[in-house]
């Protein structure tokens, strides 16, 4: 097989604005993109490996061919592309996920129009509302716009002539008040058609204007003395109002806007859109993307904004975004707002983003609980600005009671949770009197000293639990066994949560709510309380050998050979005398509990 010559393709290419495509060598098609300059564009895959993500690299050695499409303009470029992508679904672009239908209400055309929720859009004729991401706002809506207008619910074909010839009869619907019985022409189709337009105005979101065509006839109903029709005309006002306080609304200046926000991680991107019109949040929907090749958050909003209007059938001259998509839209206007109303609409639907992605990623965690050790090691990568993913991590403490009995404790995290089969601890052996950089110092080189005398593998990140003494302490053991270049070192200071990295003047300061800050105060927690519980516990054995040794017949290497045996004080106390025998001689038991008798 002839290895593909990039350049030779190039060539071929113009710098005009397109869609760029890219098959493998058995003719499937694995990638479309857009470009405002094609040739820039293509180009630019065809660098060094090293300047590529690894997801690219693999597109770009699987490229057999590219095949282009010139258009006029750049929005031209951005819809053909959605609709190819939604057509071809190639492997290595970005997809939105969306497994389900959404509702619509649709005003049929026909005689006398029924209204009614559908999941089918049929290109009929019929006026269509929507679609509804959820389904109970659809059906709140249909609520009150049953309650609003008497509509027939039947399927009957209602023509002039049928209803001239009487050809049907009311049913329960008109007996109960929900219909006023146009199957006998009880009803006329001017009629109708008022009530409709209402339903369109607020299905459209133009409850203002049903609203002052409402209180403009009460006003003419009143002046006319008919009081009867004007209060049923204030039932229909009361119950508009209580709909329209269950919508979010903005200013009214704001109409026909479209608003888009993005929250995003190493996989998944979710974004979410808001339809607004006079004031009022019509329509909202977050949509799901799985990422491909590391696109930015600007290329996956540019790919779900053109899906996502289509989707919503949205005529909106306006989007909203949080950031320019450098998109020659035409007619199309793009507003990045920095304050106002405008603004606090892409605040709202940035929290919508936000919530759906943390949901939606506690969900996947549940399932898959690795997905969110990968994620939260990603971010320590990220924020403590390493080459590699701490899966293992330790962490060193020192314990000590007014500069007696001190010792030094270790805890390994792998994949950012307890490793406790690994802890370990240390009695200082080199150092007199309270010296905690002394102790530091020792206890680092022995557990490296170890490790690598006994082949094991060293960890990607070490914690140390104090300031800036103790970190140097622990970096000059690294250094004398010539591994400080193969971890990461850093101290946690207690005070502020500061970090510290070796040489580095100023700390590092993580947000109080941050993943990477709390599994680093997690690690630093459980450091001390192994290493307090086990300073507590040499404390207990030290000080009652001290106080065996004031037994007659009993030194420091009998009392620490009884320790030994028992392990604890309460099991001396508790010994049978043929079980302290096995340790001590007959006048050495007999003075042991003697003293503990008395």
Not at 51 to 79: C, P, Q, S
Not at 171 to 192: A, D
Not at 456 to 484: E, F, H, N, R, Y
Request: hydrophobic share 35%; glycine share 4%.
């Amino acid at each position: 097989m002839t290895k593909f010559d990039y350049r030779k393709a190039l060539e071929e290419i113009p710098h005009r604005p397109g869609i760029y495509q890219y098959w493998d060598a058995n003719g499937e098609l694995i990638y479309i993109g857009k470009a405002k300059d094609l040739r820039n564009r293509v180009s630019s895959y065809f660098v060094k490996d090293s300047l590529l993500n690894g997801k690219t690299r693999v597109l770009v050695r699987k490229i057999n061919r590219i095949t282009f499409t010139i258009v006029d303009t750049e929005i031209d470029a951005w819809l053909l592309e959605n609709s190819l992508i939604k057509k071809h679904q190639p492997r290595y672009n970005v997809m939105l996920k969306d497994d389900k239908t959404y509702p619509w209400i649709v005003i049929k055309n026909e005689p006398f129009p029924r209204v009614f929720p559908t999941r089918k859009y049929v290109k009929d004729g019929s006026r269509y509302f929507g679609p509804y991401a959820s389904v109970g706002m659809m059906h709140a809506i249909m609520d009150t716009i049953r309650e609003l207008y008497p509509l027939r619910t039947c399927n009957l074909a209602l023509t002039p002539e049928n209803i001239s010839r009487g050809k049907f009869k009311v049913c329960l619907e008109y007996q109960i008040g929900n219909c006023k019985g146009p199957c006998e022409g009880y009803q006329t189709e001017e009629e109708y058609e008022q009530n409709l337009n209402d339903i369109r105005d607020i299905l459209s979101g133009k409850i203002g204007m049903v609203i002052r065509r409402l209180k403009n006839e009460l006003d003419k109903a009143a002046a006319e003395l008919k009081f009867e029709y004007a209060h049923h005309l204030k039932n229909k006002l009361d119950l508009l109002d209580r709909y329209q306080s269950k919508s979010t609304v903005v200013n009214s200046s704001i109409t026909n806007v479209d608003v888009f926000s993005i929250a995003s991680d190493q996989s998944y991107a979710f974004v979410n859109y808001l339809k607004v019109m006079n004031g009022v949040i019509i329509q909202t929907q977050t949509v799901e993307l799985k990422k491909r090749l590391d696109e930015s958050d600007a290329e996956l909003l540019s790919l779900a904004i053109p899906e996502i209007r289509s989707r919503f059938n949205s005529t909106s001259k306006e989007i909203i975004v949080p950031f320019t998509l450098g998109i020659d839209a035409g007619n199309l206007k793009f507003t990045v707002p920095k304050q106002g109303e405008k603004k606090n609409l892409l605040e709202l639907s940035l929290k919508n983003a936000l919530y759906f992605k943390k949901e939606r990623l506690n969900q996947y965690e549940k399932l898959n609980p690795e997905l969110k050790a990968e994620r939260i090691l990603t971010q320590m990568q990220k924020d403590l600005r390493m080459n590699v993913l701490p899966r293992h991590i330790e962490c060193f403490d020192n314990s000590n009671f007014q500069g007696k009995y001190p010792v030094s404790a270790i805890v390994v995290f792998r994949d950012a949770k307890p490793s406790k089969k690994d802890y370990r601890h240390f009695n200082v052996k080199t150092v007199e009197g309270p010296n905690d950089f002394a102790t530091m110092e020792e206890a680092v080189h022995r557990r490296y000293r170890r490790l690598l005398d006994e082949g094991q593998t060293l960890p990607q990140l070490i914690v140390i639990d104090g300031g800036k003494g103790q970190l140097s302490a622990a970096l000059k053991s690294l250094k004398l066994l010539g591994i400080d270049k193969q971890v990461t070192v850093i101290g946690i200071a207690k005070r502020l949560e500061e970090l510290y990295y070796p040489g580095d003047q100023y700390p590092l300061y993580l947000d109080k709510k941050s993943e990477t800050l709390k599994v680093i105060q997690h690690l630093r927690d459980e450091a001390h309380r192994f290493g307090i519980t086990f300073h507590r516990k040499q404390r207990s054995l030290k000080t009652f050998r001290t106080e065996l040794e004031n037994i007659p017949g009993i030194g420091r290497t009998t009392a620490e050979k009884l320790l030994k045996a028992f392990r604890s004080v309460k099991k001396i106390q508790e010994a049978t005398p043929e079980q302290l025998r096995e340790v001590l001689n007959e006048r050495q038991v007999t003075a042991l509990r003697d003293y503990f008798i008395s």
